[in-house]
């Protein structure tokens, strides 16, 4: 699509000639860039969706990034230091992604803080054991996978690019948390039961992560009409119980649900429902862990201060300059 620098205002309506533009675009499939006109309500979306996810990737880097400092041989921990880094960069791409629609990254985070941002569920359950970090490689990674594949063909251009490098790097962490599992299952009676009980606790708010039942998700219907999303919340969930099956026998491990069953007519899992309240107490901020993971989070702002300060000022003295010149700094006592 050709960059248009025109809007017809808020009082007029959008301009049809603009309006069928944005339209012809999504309906082959192709891609709103940045400086292209969309709706209003396309661009809010759009902010919140990204705005959201690149939050989950950050706050997500708390619960494994606790157990740093604790893993248990030195592989282990490079392994999880790399994967936590991985987090980071994601946030990253994707508050880059989300400045493109016209919100800064201070803002953005501002919201979060606030609380007028979310972020997702699964990030306000603790975690107790080693073994969650394989749980969350496996489920909530694997859970990310099948959300996010289909966002790289998302109608906006600068998130469909982000979730490609992101969905590479996802597919790694989903594998490096089925191999601890693994090995844990090899192990001890006590770390055998150690991934049980992991895998008991993080199932169902894996499938929460999801969203609520199609027939309960405000957004689904506009956000499929946009292209932004792809699916709807049921059929990635779905799609995700049976991606899971399998790799659940393979593992060795039963999931929780009592209602679990192949239907042969279908072609698919017939699984449970989640506690959709759990899931509307934990959205609300009522969940185990929300407190300290927005409290962390807010500490962790609050502590990199200075670094903003410094960049900023750096950039400023930058920008007064016509070239960057780089001024020896006198160190006293330092070898010449
Ligand atoms: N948690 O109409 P709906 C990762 C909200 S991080 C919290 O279905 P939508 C990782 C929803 O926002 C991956 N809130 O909404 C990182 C909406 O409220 P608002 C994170 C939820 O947007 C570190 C309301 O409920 N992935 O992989 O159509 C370590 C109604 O829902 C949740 C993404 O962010 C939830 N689970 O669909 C390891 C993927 N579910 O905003 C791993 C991108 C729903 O209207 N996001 N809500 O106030 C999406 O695909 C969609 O936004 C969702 C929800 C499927 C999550």
Redesign the pocket.
């Known amino acids: 699509m050709t960059a248009v620098d025109t809007d017809a205002g808020p009082d007029t309506g959008p301009d049809p000639a603009l309006l069928a533009q944005f339209e012809r675009v999504l309906a082959r499939s192709d891609r709103i860039e940045p400086r292209d006109w969309m709706p209003e309500r396309y661009r809010a ?1 759009l902010v ?3 705005a ?2 690149a939050h ?2 950050i ?3 708390q ?2 990034g606790s157990w740093l400092t604790r893993a248990p041989s030195l592989r282990r921990k490079a392994i999880l230091l790399a ?2 880094q991985d ?1 980071a960069g ?1 946030g990253l791409y994707l508050y880059s992604a989300c400045e493109t629609l016209g919100v800064s990254r201070e803002e953005l985070t501002l919201r979060l803080l606030e609380g007028r ?7 306000n359950y603790p975690t107790l054991s080693y073994a969650d970090v394989g749980t ?2 496996w489920l ?2 694997g ?2 996978i099948c ?2 594949v289909p ?1 790289c063909r998302t109608s906006y251009g600068p998130y469909g690019r982000a979730m490609v490098r992101i969905c590479k790097e ?1 597919s790694f ?1 989903q594998r490096q948390g089925f191999e601890l599992l693994m090995t844990m299952r090899s192990g001890t009676e006590a770390q055998r039961a150690m991934v049980q009980e992991s895998v008991d606790r993080f199932w169902w708010p894996s499938l ?5 039942p199609d027939a ?5 219907a506009q ?1 499929m009409a946009w292209g932004i ?1 792809r699916n709807t ?1 049921d059929e ?1 969930r779905q799609r995700f119980v049976d991606m899971t099956v399998p790799q659940a026998q393979a593992l060795g491990v039963t999931l929780p649900d009592p209602d679990l069953r192949w239907n042969e007519e279908r072609g698919h899992h017939d699984f449970g429902q989640p506690d959709w309240e759990e ?1 509307a107490q ?2 609300r901020g009522n969940g185990p862990c929300n407190a300290q993971r927005l409290a962390h989070r807010q500490r962790a702002h609050d502590d990199g201060a200075w670094v903003r300060e410094a960049a900023t000022a750096f950039a400023a003295r930058r920008s007064g300059e016509p070239s960057l010149s780089v001024e020896p700094v006198e160190t006293p006592g330092a070898d010449r």
């Not at 929460?208 to 609520?212: A, D, L, T």
């Not at 309960?216 to 689904?220: A, G, L």
């Open positions: 979306t919140r969706q990204v959201q996810h989950s990737e706050i997500g880097m619960p494994e994967k936590v987090e994601h941002q979310k972020y997702s569920s699964i990030f969350i490689g909530v990674d859970a990310a959300n996010q966002l996802e962490h929460m992560m999801f969203g609520p309960e998700s405000p957004n689904t956000s999303k919340n990635l899931l934990v959205v």
